[in-house]
């Protein structure tokens, strides 16, 4: 790393992964062929969810809520990701550095009291079915959807401006975008304090939203054991399966980063484990909601329908 005479720096240097070779171009035409699909499959949950009546149910508002929300985390790290693949260490300016940590760890937020808003309705859809659509009518979904993205970009307030008022002395951030753990490496002050305050915040959210979701699938559980047929049994726990993988992905890896032993950032590993939720869970989510799911597979097959009466019409 390179020793700056300067407290502030102007430019920080992305060392991302290390590939030589014919492994470079490959990594780079893999990410982007992921990134481009990710993209795509998200935009078409949203653009089927709103085109098609069949799906104008709160569950599938939120899901493309959540579709809306990984286009833009997804974009907010595998540019510089794809950067630093294809021209190895990659500088990027300090203003841009601490935006894409403040939108990057809003998003993040964002999408975890989003995953605890998703675990309410299902709770309400299974075990209030007979106020469930009272209770969360479309005001209070746009509400409950509008709330988390507050809550999201507010919390993160916190550990960003902590990080963006520290005096840099070194410039190489051992990541592939600009997080926090690696830039409070690069200070030089004793950042511990500061570890300290991001690691209550983003773990007490984490920690809280996790635990809610945790406390509604229990009664969700009571409720569905209860339901008199098998057939009903899992008709209730297949509209929970596809919530249940992303949350077990997202924030798995979230602790383990964040949360987990600091063996494992210093040994370079977060770079890795922050691909599954930078990277891989945005471009699962829509296939996890899609796989074996008969009301999309029935709302596309209607949308092709209406596709095809438009374009015979003369």
């Not at 005479?5 to 014919?22: D, K, P, R, S, Y």
């Not at 069949?54 to 508002?61: H, I, K, V």
């Not at 511990?192 to 979701?213: D, E, F, K, P, Q």
Request: charged share 10%.
């Amino acid at each position: 790393m390179d020793h700056l005479n300067l407290t502030w720096t102007q430019t920080f240097i992305l060392a991302g992964f290390t590939t030589t070779g014919i492994l470079r171009p490959l990594a780079f035409l893999g990410t982007l062929c992921t990134y481009l699909l990710t993209l795509a499959g998200n935009l078409f949950i949203i653009v089927l969810v709103h085109t098609d009546s069949g799906l104008s149910t709160p569950m599938y508002f939120f899901i493309s809520v959540l579709s809306f929300l990984e286009l833009w985390y997804v974009s907010t790290t595998v540019p510089t990701l794809l950067h630093t693949l294809l021209q190895g260490r990659s500088p990027i300016p300090s203003v841009a550095c601490f935006i894409q940590l403040y939108v990057f760890h809003s998003l993040g937020m964002t999408e975890c009291y989003l995953l605890g808003v998703m675990a309410l309705d299902r709770y309400l859809a299974i075990c209030r079915p007979l106020h469930y659509h009272a209770l969360m009518s479309r005001q209070v979904q746009v509400w409950l959807a509008g709330a988390t993205w507050v809550a999201g970009f507010s919390a993160a307030l916190v550990p960003a401006s902590l990080t963006g008022t520290l005096p840099y002395c070194l410039k190489e951030v051992a990541h592939y975008f600009c997080d926090l753990a690696p830039l409070m490496r690069l200070a030089c002050v004793d950042t511990s304090w500061h570890a300290r305050v991001y690691i209550t915040v983003i773990g007490m959210i984490n920690t809280c939203n996790l635990i809610i979701i945790l406390g509604l699938y229990v009664g969700i559980l009571r409720a569905v054991l209860k339901l008199p047929s098998a057939a009903s049994r899992a008709k209730a726990f297949s509209t929970c399966s596809s919530h249940i993988i992303v949350v077990t992905l997202f924030f798995g890896s979230a602790f383990i980063v964040y949360v987990g032993p600091p063996e494992i950032r210093a040994e370079g590993r977060d770079k890795l484990i922050a691909l599954v939720y930078t990277f891989l869970t945005p471009f699962l989510n829509p296939i996890i909601y899609t796989l074996r799911n008969k009301e999309v597979k029935e709302a596309v097959r209607r949308v092709i329908q209406k596709m095809s009466t438009v374009l015979k019409t003369p």
